[in-house]
């Protein structure tokens, strides 16, 4: 396997040259193990359990990692891109999705699944990762007016290109693939049902995903994919299939949320105040009438959010030092004084 073809460049050679452990990529990670490519071929490791002593990232799929004797993984080389949200619940961590991924398709279903304010989270994860945006709407098969929806939708995406495709009918499809090369690395990311799979697929041309049979239910359920694994297309560029989010929260800065609504950022140069939060101030340009009202809302809550972490963030670092400092303390008091 030549290392360059799945991704390989300076921003990682750069990151070992006075090592005498090999680089490998993470193709498939399953029940603790971790498919690694390399080189020679691929190998089936754990993760050096010194990993987590030495507070080293955990790899992830996608990770340029150093291996070790062939034995196990010994370090996570410093990542390009970074897909990662909050983690669920009330915890204040950062989760890794995925890493070194260079473009993003976002897939929603122009069936229920269509949400527009579910969208801009995803452009948000989506910029916030250093991962290119291309925002996919599948099953156009199932829609009246696929292209209002897709024109509708540009007007949300902040420059990110919208496809409007259909899987299993097999148009639009190798669109796609326009905007991936050799040696570049795409993820699908989604609701579950959504179709990433069969996307992944078709531009495969050969059933390697599971796929979610039609539940009579309706058009969301439980999801199939459970696993993250690289796939090498043929045109040879890559491509990650990753299992659908019940929930995302966002990791990301209050300061970035503006870049992921450019539609509000430019009224927003007309706004009197510099430092304007456009939330009824006088002479402020992003009104009620200037934007859609509940991309106005969605703009406001994703900012409060962002905000509350890092206030959540700011607590939980004020919390650890405290335990250091006692910690600390401690040790001082337990050393006999000379
Ligand atoms: N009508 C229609 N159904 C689709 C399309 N793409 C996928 N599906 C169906 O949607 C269901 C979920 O697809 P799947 O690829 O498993 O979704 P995933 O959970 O996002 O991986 C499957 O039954 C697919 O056959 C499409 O373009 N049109
Ligand atoms: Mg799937
Ligand atoms: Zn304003």
Redesign the pocket.
Known sequence: MDLQQIGWNDFFADQCRDTPYLPGRIALIQRGYFTVWMKGGELLLPANASLRRRGCDWPCIGDWVLVQEGSSIASVLARRTKLSRKQPGSQVGEQMLAANVDVLFV?S?L?LDYNPRRLERYVLLANESGARPVLVL?????CDEPSRITSETRKISSGAPVLA?????GWGVSELADYIGPGQTAA?I????????????ALLGAPR??????SEAG?RGR???TQRELFVMPDGSLLM?LP?LRELQLWVEPGHIDSSFRDIAELAQHCRFRNCTHDGEPGCAVTKGAINESRLRSYHKLQREAERLTWQQNIHAALLEKKRIKAVERSMRARPAK
């Open positions: 897939v279903g069936d599948n099953k156009a098969d199932l495709i259909s899987a299993t009918e699908l989604g609701s579950s049902g959504a179709g990433k799979s069969t996307i992944l697929n995903q599971r796929t979610r049979q039609v058009s999801h199939t994919t299939d659908g």
